[in-house]
């Protein structure tokens, strides 16, 4: 929040994740996924990451995947299918995934095995 045009530009989006070691972020607003894959937003941003992570973290911007339909009312998710809760432990190995997180006020949801070499 010590940057507001950085600050402006991340309210915008939602943080997807890490693929790959690059952070996921997303957004339906062409005028802020234009403004922070290239110029000087960009490199703001990345320097934002970069000292709140300690290390430099990469990330892409995008537009959002179709949206999924939301639950009749009243419906219950099945258990089966919900995601396990990330373990804190591996939160602190990762500093993207903690800086992501910090900095978007946000929470795992799911955790993705990378694809077998």
């Given at each position: 929040r010590d940057q507001p045009s950085i600050f402006a530009y991340l309210r915008a989006v939602a943080c997807k994740g890490l693929e790959g070691g690059t952070l996921v972020l997303e957004t339906a607003s062409g005028f802020h996924r234009q403004g922070l894959e290239t110029g000087e937003m960009r490199a703001q941003v990345e320097g934002a990451l970069a000292a709140f992570a300690g290390v430099p973290?990469?990330?892409?911007?995008?537009?959002?995947?179709?949206?999924?339909?939301?639950?009749?009312?009243?419906?219950?998710?099945?258990?089966?299918?919900?995601?396990?809760?990330?373990?804190?432990?591996?939160?602190?190995?990762?500093?993207?995934?903690?800086?992501?997180?910090?900095?978007?006020?946000?929470?795992?949801?799911?955790?993705k095995k990378p694809p077998a070499p």
């Amino acid at each position: 929040r010590d940057q507001p045009s950085i600050f402006a530009y991340l309210r915008a989006v939602a943080c997807k994740g890490l693929e790959g070691g690059t952070l996921v972020l997303e957004t339906a607003s062409g005028f802020h996924r234009q403004g922070l894959e290239t110029g000087e937003m960009r490199a703001q941003v990345e320097g934002a990451l970069a000292a709140f992570a300690g290390v430099p973290v990469p990330f892409l911007v995008r537009a959002p995947a179709a949206a999924t339909p939301a639950p009749a009312p009243g419906s219950r998710p099945a258990a089966a299918g919900a995601p396990a809760a990330a373990p804190a432990e591996w939160i602190d190995r990762e500093p993207a995934v903690k800086a992501a997180l910090d900095i978007f006020r946000g929470r795992i949801l799911e955790v993705k095995k990378p694809p077998a070499p």
